[in-house]
């Protein structure tokens, strides 16, 4: 993990300055037509080939978009030996057989933000090589992207992001909010989220390693975002998509908790997949949580899938990340068996969109809102 105390605030704002002049930012993604968001493991070899590392923008393309391994004379084109060493101890690049170097991180950039995060997808296929590790970082995603899109804007005194992973929620909610206060269960997550702010020069968020709710027990916020994991799991994954048996394990504990820490007139955003059960439908799974009276509810839906489409999309997600061969046999095992899970569960379809919970507003709301500058 990067080495939070020892972090040199000059070097990461020369490096994001490297970044940006060399055209590494979301606009040139998006003119060359790559969204960074929605990029599969098969686009990675033509990427490649359409951006190569000839030039500047390709250098830093290949490292931190393909996590490809550069020659230290490639990578000499772009850092100073003293950059390249500061890189390498702050855990940014690492050293292969001396004059090979690769990174150790993605980063994607979004709006003016870089986003630091775990490699997912690489171009020399690590990531299905990997020891499966249950802390993986999950880099910025297409969810939060929509849910930073979608979601409610305005001036607010206090944000709560809960899971927030590498920190994206948080860092575009900086830019609204007097404070922002990041939690995660995962340490790893944490550690990426206080990196981000520093990359990116925050100083309005604050990352607190707890589960849910639990490090703010008695406190409220005028807005609260989340990305929960929602994958429907049969067994223990990493704790980035890991929903539990329903997919709901801990979209109910947010939903649940949202009235005790929203303040009057606050507006809690979730973005998450939520499965249609034969006894209930979306409205009455999650109203089932909700026991404040004050509290307003409406779901978003931005798509929806039948349990076949569901059963194909994990058992494929797991056969290009987790399995280090290609097996198909245990693939169709795979979705045999969750099909047989999702009947005995009932489940009927699994709708993805945003719920919006928001508490009724008093008489002390105009005095807030003057507050907030």
């Known amino acids: 993990m990067f080495p939070i105390q020892l972090i040199n605030k000059p070097f990461l704002k020369k490096f994001r300055e ?8 979301f606009e040139h993604l998006l003119e060359l037509g790559m969204n960074p968001f929605t990029v599969a493991l098969y686009d990675l070899p033509i990427l490649a080939y359409r951006n190569p590392h000839e030039t500047s923008f390709g250098i830093l393309f290949h490292l ?11 990578v000499n084109r772009l850092f100073l030996a003293g950059d390249i060493e500061e890189l390498l101890r702050i855990k940014i690049l690492e050293k292969n057989e001396d004059k ?14 870089y986003l630091v995060g775990d490699f997912i997808l690489r171009l020399d296929g690590l990531s299905k090589r990997m020891k499966k590790r249950e802390d993986l970082v999950y880099p910025a995603s297409l969810d939060s992207v929509t849910l930073l899109e979608t979601a409610v804007c305005k001036p607010v005194i206090s944000t709560l ?60 916020f005028d807005l609260i975002l989340a990305n929960p994991p929602y994958e429907i799991t049969l067994e223990k994954t990493f704790l980035y998509k890991d929903g539990g048996r329903y997919g709901f394990q801990i979209l109910q504990k947010i939903v649940e908790g949202a009235s005790k820490h929203l303040n009057k007139g606050g507006i809690c955003q979730v973005i998450s997949r939520v499965g249609e059960f034969a006894a209930d439908m979306k409205e009455t799974l999650i109203k089932k949580w909700i026991s404040d009276k004050n509290i307003r509810f409406s779901f978003q839906e931005l798509s929806k899938m039948d349990i076949y489409q ?23 095992q795979s979705i045999k068996k969750l099909l047989d899970h999702f009947n005995k569960i009932h489940l009927q379809n699994v709708l993805f969109g945003i719920i919006t919970l928001q508490k009724k507003s008093g008489v002390f709301d105009s ?7």
């Open 18 to 25: 490297i970044l940006k002049k060399n055209n590494y930012t």
């Open 64 to 74: 931190f978009f393909l996590g490809g391994v550069l020659e230290r004379k490639i």
């Open 100 to 113: 090979f170097f690769k990174s150790l991180v993605t980063i994607i950039p979004y709006q003016s933000l």
């Open 161 to 220: 992001d809960l899971g927030c992973g590498c920190g994206i929620l948080s860092l575009i909610a900086s830019k609204y909010s007097r404070f922002v206060i990041g939690i995660d269960i995962n340490p790893r997550a944490v550690n990426f989220s206080r990196f981000n702010a520093l990359l990116n020069n925050i100083s309005n968020c604050q990352f607190i390693c707890g589960d849910l709710y639990q490090p703010v027990e008695n406190e409220k």
């Open 310 to 332: 569901y059963a194909y999309a994990i058992s494929t997600d797991k056969l290009i990340l987790d399995e280090k061969v290609t097996d198909y046999r245990k693939y169709s």
């Open 367 to 373: 005095i807030r809102k003057f507050l907030v500058k």
